[in-house]
């Protein structure tokens, strides 16, 4: 059995879609990494009552329990006095925090006020997690059957604490199970699901299939306790999976379609460029969030208006008034310009009509992708049936997925 | 009181991070318009007993349950059978639903399968919130004080329902609470807070100040459920906050920064061009992410190379040979060049390094933002202390706040 955990996060400006969680997110891909089942995984407003009742029930439910945020300056922030409450002890002054604040308000050229002091006063019954990267240090408490934690809300003290401090401390709850993901492309789920359903419904002790979909894209996860099952057991189970989608194009790997790609052309030596129009430079953006993405991106060019595909891309002014903007022949002619403009092996492009307002109503969500590479350009045509957000977002989801599928083949 | 909702995403992509959320985000928002406060907003794996004791829970704290997800055709979804033993009926096939299914799978040549078919298979206990936009239907169930609705866990399908099928039914459950958003720019949260602590503190019952911090910038926001503290009294103590914050630099507004950027610039007529570097694409695809950019917003270039800031932009190989591409001389020479290549009245430009690997340590998370207006040129120099992901994050936000401060100022 894996270990269990629980993570909460804290704040009105969560719950009310002010903004996008991203604690939970980068906790959650943590975990897993780690072998420790998420098993709830919240947000809450700042509401004391709520958060000591949240808290309870999370504790109840896991050995681990992660809250972030509520360690602010503002009077809307009490998640301390609320552990304070439920672990007992009384309010004193952590040296080492008070040293780094000052250290913090030094290199600011600000005094020390009263309020930046209270950051530093911690439950006696806690233990401080030093936080390098800002003013509120995390704290760790001991419950009956497992530890809480409580981490600040921004993003980077946030990650810092966790892996400096917090990893090391849950070592222990690390569990021994191993995963495999393989995504299937151009499979309905409904099709694979019956394809495997005898075979995961037979699965031995220890071992679970998962569909996991995303923008219609499948991917499959076999995941596997080997201090159950056994290695072996494991190993066999994974390539019996495989021999199951021989015929299918499939892709193997723990990576995203943009660190794929980035991994993929690395190994190669080659180069990519990007041309966007209705993405507006979110592939661009996807791809350059990599590490290591400058080795192989050279760049792109958003032409979000004709006169830029025109100006910019060297796009003929005939071939716009013939077939639009939203066309094949624009696209790829889009993809194989800003492939020679860049100097690069491949080009990918992006058109379509995201919502209603710039198409008549049967072309909303009418997209096209092209890619240019040594040997030619293709292009696929999708139809999207989304508001204009979600008619991006997949755009982007199949741009990726249509570059990944090439370099499969290539 | 305002009417309390509590939201559950179903779904083991979720609690691992392989996909991020985006239905409790978009929820959250939707709800937040209405009035109708989320008290908890969860994530949970696709497991039986744990869906069925965070549904009773859910249901204790809250007048409005959905939970979204776990309505697939394959084996690991099962929120419906879930539904049916907790609300009881039996199985029971929706002509209506089939009907619908059947249009889908003709219009791609698909036949009908036994899995499809059990798509239209729904609990004789719920009311059928039909689908427009995919195969599995919503389902609205009564509770004792409440509604509990399920929706699928598709984006686009979700809201669909959400937006023609929900809202109607949920009316009576909207609050009459309203919300002013005050963001101010260049104060710490700790200095507006001992400003304002006074006066939040004796607000009216029905009356709440809330700080929402985001990415370096805070936003007041005074919520007040006009149906006890009346217009009049609300309206008074808007004025009496934004006179606190007289003499500092503040924006009113319910629109995200893209958003304004895209309204402001539509009502004058006037036009953007983005030169990215260290942001990669991805200032362009937030400005692109909103309806109605194609009016104001004319493109961009990715330059992630100094190769292609020559090629692409003309920056003078001598600036970058002598500056460095993170200068503000180079930065600001992107601005410049991408207004006029473009030609456009504005042309803002990012570039900084996000992670070691490019740079000094004592380098890591500098950037440098320019602006290029019809009057001249200007850019700022930003620190930043997270890692990749959190350096580019905030690299994008910095970059749509200098442009909104600059707006301001116009």
Redesign the interface.
């Known amino acids: 059995m894996s270990a269990k955990a629980s993570l909460i996060a804290v704040g ?11 604690n ?7 975990l ?1 990494d780690m072998g420790i ?11 004391r009552p ?1 958060m000591l009742s ?1 808290f309870e ?1 999370a504790m109840r ?1 896991s050995d681990l329990v992660i809250v972030t945020g509520g360690l ?5 922030d009490f998640t301390k006095e609320v552990l304070l409450q439920r672990f007992g002890g009384e309010w004193c002054e952590d040296e080492a925090t008070l040293e780094q604040i000052k250290r913090l308000l030094e290199r600011r050229s600000l005094p020390l ?1 009263t ?2 002091r209270q950051q530093a006063v911690v439950p006696s019954s806690a233990e401080v997690l030093p936080n390098a ?1 800002g003013m509120a240090p995390g704290t760790l408490y001991h419950y009956d059957g497992g530890i809480l934690v409580s981490l600040p809300g921004v ?2 003290e946030m ?1 810092g604490i966790f892996e400096t401090e917090l990893v090391p401390r849950i070592a222990s709850l690390a569990g021994t199970v191993r995963h495999t993901q393989i995504y299937v492309f151009g499979v309905a ?2 099709l ?3 394809r495997l ?1 005898g075979w ?2 037979a699965l031995p002790e220890g071992l679970s ?6 923008m219609g894209t499948v ?1 499959l ?1 076999l995941s596997g306790d080997v201090s159950r099952c056994g290695e072996a057991v494991y190993a066999a189970k994974v390539a019996e999976l495989r021999s199951f989608l021989e015929g299918d194009t499939t892709l193997m790997t723990e990576l995203s379609f943009p660190a794929y790609i980035v991994a993929t052309l690395l190994q190669r030596g080659e180069t990519l460029a ?1 041309a ?1 129009s209705c ?7 996807r ?3 990599v ?4 080795k192989v ?9 004709n ?2 595909k025109e ?2 891309l060297g796009i003929p002014h005939a071939l716009l008034e013939r077939h639009t903007a939203v066309s094949a022949p624009v696209v790829e002619a889009m993809a194989a310009s800003v492939r020679e ?3 690069t092996n491949y080009g990918l492009a992006t058109s379509g009509y995201m ?1 209603l ?2 198409a008549m109503p049967q072309q909303t969500g009418e997209v096209y992708i092209a890619l240019a590479t040594p040997t030619g350009v293709v292009s696929n045509h999708y139809l999207l ?6 008619n ?2 997949w755009s982007v989801e199949r741009a990726l997925r249509d570059l990944v599928v090439a370099l499969l083949g290539d």
Chains 1, 2 share one sequence.
Do not use: H, W
């Open positions: 009105t400006e969560l719950t009310t879609g002010f903004v996008r969680d991203a939970l997110y980068y906790l959650a891909q943590r897993d089942e998420v098993v709830t995984s919240e947000m809450i407003p700042d509401d709520l949240v029930e439910r602010g300056p503002t009077e809307d006020t309020v930046n990267f993003p980077s990650r789920e409904s694979l699901s019956d359903r995961s419904g299939l998962a569909y996991l979909p995303a991917c996860r990007v966007e993405t507006g430079g979110a592939v661009s953006g791809i350059t969030s590490s290591g993405a400058s991106y050279k760049g792109g060019v958003c032409s979000y208006t006169e830029i100006r910019v403009l860049y100097g919502e307002e710039n049936n989304q508001n204009r957000q979600g991006q977002e």
